[in-house]
């Protein structure tokens, strides 16, 4: 999970855009399926899709979407008597800029939006409809990578910077996103032509608390 500083690739959509710039190709697409907890769900799964494309030399846009299934979930009463099976669904939808201020050094900013539909109605007492919150990215890359790939690569994101989200129709109770501030370095050594090792570490920090 270390991807903050590493090179950049279709999927830096969701680590840190502001590697985009400095990708060997003009554009990139990826898509991603992820079956999860499979031995508990068979319906459970995360899905993405992430793409860039390079307007010039300086300049990127990206976008990228993730969607997940959390399979058939039971509510019950406080009894433990069941009420219904729903099917919790979270999707987020991003699109982001990117733009190179020197050589070595790029910003990045992207967009967000999250929808989060883990149960709808009255249970227990308490009407719950879907969440929904809309957010933003700051990132930065340096890259001082040479023609062969080799040399040092760091990256600062901060994540999640938005409203807050509320389960409950009259809004009781929100909770915050999880903001991030993220740090990261890599360093890649070239041994052939073909081959390469890279070496990276990120360090992240909780930004704010779950809830009000």
Same mark, same amino acid.
């Given at each position: 999970?270390?991807?903050?500083?590493?090179?950049?690739?279709?999927?830096?959509? %969701?680590?840190?855009?502001?590697?985009?710039? %400095?990708?060997?190709?003009?554009?990139?697409?990826?898509?991603?399926?992820?079956?999860? #907890?499979?031995?508990?769900?068979?319906?459970? %799964?995360?899905?993405?899709?992430?793409?860039?494309?390079?307007?010039?030399?300086?300049?990127?846009?990206?976008?990228?979407? !993730? $969607?997940?299934?959390?399979?058939?979930?039971?509510?019950?009463? $406080?009894?433990?008597?069941?009420?219904?099976?729903?099917?919790?669904?979270?999707?987020?939808? *991003?699109?982001?800029?990117?733009?190179?201020?020197?050589?070595?050094?790029?910003?990045?900013?992207?967009? =967000?939006?999250?929808?989060? =539909?883990?149960?709808?109605?009255? $249970?227990?007492?308490?009407?719950?409809?879907?969440?929904?919150?809309?957010?933003?990215?700051?990132?930065?890359?340096?890259?001082?990578? *040479?023609?062969?790939? !080799?040399?040092?690569?760091?990256?600062?994101?901060?994540?999640?910077?938005?409203?807050?989200?509320?389960?409950?129709?009259?809004?009781?109770?929100?909770?915050?996103?999880?903001?991030?501030?993220?740090?990261?370095?890599?360093?890649?050594?070239?041994?052939?032509?073909?081959?390469?090792?890279?070496?990276?570490?990120?360090?992240?920090?909780? #930004?704010?608390?779950?809830?009000?």
């Amino acid at each position: 999970n270390a991807r903050i500083a590493v090179s950049a690739t279709a999927n830096a959509a %969701f680590n840190n855009i502001a590697q985009i710039p %400095f990708a060997e190709e003009n554009s990139g697409i990826a898509v991603t399926y992820s079956p999860w #907890l499979k031995e508990i769900a068979n319906n459970m %799964f995360l899905a993405t899709i992430a793409g860039y494309h390079k307007l010039d030399d300086e300049q990127a846009l990206s976008a990228s979407l !993730r $969607y997940f299934n959390l399979g058939d979930a039971p509510v019950t009463d $406080y009894n433990g008597n069941l009420l219904q099976t729903v099917k919790p669904k979270e999707l987020s939808f *991003d699109v982001g800029y990117t733009r190179k201020l020197s050589k070595k050094i790029s910003l990045g900013l992207a967009f =967000r939006y999250i929808n989060s =539909r883990l149960v709808q109605g009255d $249970y227990n007492g308490t009407p719950y409809k879907a969440a929904s919150a809309v957010a933003a990215d700051i990132s930065a890359s340096f890259n001082n990578l *040479d023609k062969e790939g !080799r040399g040092f690569t760091a990256g600062l994101v901060i994540a999640n910077l938005g409203t807050k989200m509320s389960y409950v129709r009259n809004d009781a109770q929100k909770y915050f996103l999880p903001g991030t501030l993220g740090i990261g370095a890599a360093y890649t050594f070239v041994i052939n032509e073909k081959h390469t090792v890279t070496l990276a570490v990120d360090a992240n920090k909780l #930004l704010a608390p779950i809830a009000t």
